[in-house]
Each structure stands twice: as C-alpha cells, then as structure tokens.
C-alpha cells in the first residue's frame, strides 16, 4: 500500500522568505501523480501543484515550485517570496497513475506566515 | 474551471437520526466520487469511493450500514449517516473526477460539510 509521509507538523516563515515544505511517499509502482494541496481555514481544498511521475522535470506553478526526487521517493514543495494568503494546512498526496484511483493525503503541514 | 457543489455546508442534527449530504458535480459528469472525512487539525480520511451505477467501495474500518453512499448519476453522490451519534461529528468532504480528463483535472471538491450530532 502506498504512504505519503510529512514530517513537519508546523512551520513558519518571515514574510517574502522562501519556505520549503517536505514530503516522502512510499511505493511499489512506477506511474503516478503526486500533488500538493492547500487547505486555509475556509476549508476549501485548493490545488497548489501537481506532478507526473513519468516527468522529469519539476513542476513550478508561478511562487510555488516542486523538488521531485522519484529514486529518493521525496517531493518537496517551495514557496518562494511567502504571502501572508500562503498560511494554510498543505497536504502532500499521491495518486496511483491507474483510472479512477483514490488519493493518498499525507498528514499535513501547518503553514504559519510571520508579518 | 470544474466545479462540485457540496450540501449543506453544515448540519445540525439530533441523535439517533438520520442526516443526507449531497455532492454534485455542476459542469462535468464524474464517473467516480470519493468521501473524505476529515477530524479537527487532521488529515482528510477516504471513507470510500463510489462509481456511478455500482456499490461503493468503502474503506477498512468505516462501516458500510452507518455511511450509506449512493452514486445513482455521473452528477450526484449521496452521503447517508444514519442513526448519527455525537462520535460522527466531523467534517465531510467529497471530491468528483472523470477519468478521460484525470490528467488535466485529477480532483475536484466540493467544499465539505460540518456535522454536529448533539
């Protein structure tokens, strides 16, 4: 079975300072997606970024970048030039590449933007 | 973008009955709609996943006659908890996807629902 592991129950950064959030997942198969969700307290879940296993190259969405490390099993996830909007729960995850699988949440990263 | 509406977006109920929450996907036909729950400061939980026109699969632990889910068309999902108890106080989320555009669009959702049993 597949495991999304964040070892960072908290974190903080300056305002405009760059933040790195971690992540580890474990698996057995080689096609997949993995992403980072942002959750503020609205609650709402919001798409930060999304990665293809099969890609080599890491994903960048405008500040947020991705450090994807597949023999490592490790996909971090950078936030350059921190907006007090950034401060939410980030959740790594994992989706298997296959139809209609279910996705795998890490436990979570709290955010916390210092003004 | 695709969007899921989720209702209602909170509930009260008493215990002892039941209480229905309805995701729909308003402008793409989801072939398979997941329930999430989600505790205070905790991660988002799969309760199960529901394929229109078939039972859901639902996950270890979670029971099947408590968290009755029906996916009766490729816009709505139905969450039932029945007989609630202060326990099933949680936050409810569902999200939808369609597999023929899972690449560009791998989950959408809704906004979730606060349950209070009292």
């Known amino acids: 079975a597949q495991t999304v592991t964040q070892s960072q129950p908290e974190m903080s950064v300056q305002e405009a300072e760059t933040v790195t959030l971690s992540c580890t997942y474990d698996t057995s198969e080689s096609d997949y997606y993995l992403f980072w969700y942002k959750q503020p307290p609205s609650r709402q879940m919001i798409l930060v970024i999304r990665q293809e296993a099969y890609k080599q190259q890491n994903a960048t969405e405008n500040r947020f970048s991705v450090n994807f490390q597949k023999a490592a099993k490790s996909f971090s996830l950078k936030i350059s030039d921190s907006q007090l909007g950034d401060a939410a729960m980030y959740f790594c995850?994992?989706?298997?590449?296959?139809?209609?699988?279910?996705?795998?949440f890490g436990k979570g990263t709290r955010l916390h933007i210092l003004p | 973008g695709a969007v899921v509406s989720q209702h209602p977006s909170r509930v009260i109920c008493k215990s002892g009955t039941s209480v229905k929450i309805e995701c729909r996907s308003l402008d793409f036909q989801a072939t398979t709609m997941f329930w999430y729950r989600q505790f205070p400061k905790q991660s988002l939980m799969l309760m199960a996943t529901?394929?229109?026109?078939?039972?859901?699969?639902?996950e270890q632990g979670v029971e099947k006659d408590k968290f009755l889910i029906n996916h009766a068309s490729l816009t709505l999902s139905t969450l039932t908890v029945t007989s609630a108890h202060p326990e099933d106080s949680s936050f409810y989320i569902c999200?939808?996807?369609?597999?023929?555009?899972?690449?560009?669009?791998?989950?959408?959702f809704g906004n979730g629902t606060r349950l209070t049993v009292t």
């Open positions: 995850a994992y989706r298997s590449f296959y139809r209609d699988d279910k996705i795998i």
């Open positions: 999200s939808a996807t369609r597999w023929d555009r899972a690449v560009d669009s791998p989950l959408h």
């Open positions: 529901s394929n229109e026109g078939s039972k859901a699969t639902y």
